[in-house]
């Protein structure tokens, strides 16, 4: 395991698992009132739905059309962010769409303002739907 900003990661084959995932793994279930929703499509990508239960989404990514990683992707959860607290995302996970935009084509600023725009929303009590490529195991 390594720690990253205050944050457990364990490495396995080359991924690194966050915290917050390992917690769902192993049965460790947030509360009802603040856990992500997670669905599968047909392909295996994954729907998630984090509530706004912090003041903070609390991801980092990397990536974006003008990288050398054209998706982004999730580099680090924060312990003190909703995205933590809810479970369900995973650090290396690509992001393929955040409230129904697809983010394949986009300079990796505008996938970041669009996720922080999504979080900030008041009206809405949900955060970010995202459309996860899962990761192979």
């Not at 490495?11 to 947030?30: A, D, F, K």
């Not at 962010?81 to 697809?102: C, F, M």
Request: net charge neutral; with cysteine; hydrophobic share 35%.
């Amino acid at each position: 395991m390594k720690e990253d900003s205050g944050a457990l990661l364990e490495e396995r084959g080359g991924i690194r698992r966050h915290q917050s995932m390992q917690r769902l793994q192993h049965g460790e279930l947030p509360d009802e009132a603040r856990a992500a929703r997670v669905v599968p499509d047909h392909h295996g990508n994954l729907h998630i739905t984090v509530k706004k239960t912090k003041p903070i989404l609390g991801i980092a990514i990397e990536g974006g059309a003008n990288t050398k990683h054209p998706l982004p992707r999730i580099i680090n959860i924060h312990e003190h962010g909703a995205a933590y607290e809810a479970g369900g995302l995973e650090v290396g996970q690509l992001i393929l769409a955040v409230d129904g935009h697809r983010v394949e084509g986009l300079q990796h600023q505008d996938v970041a303002r669009l996720i922080a725009e999504s979080f900030a929303q008041r009206d809405k009590p949900v955060c970010t739907l995202f459309w996860i490529r899962k990761l192979s195991p």
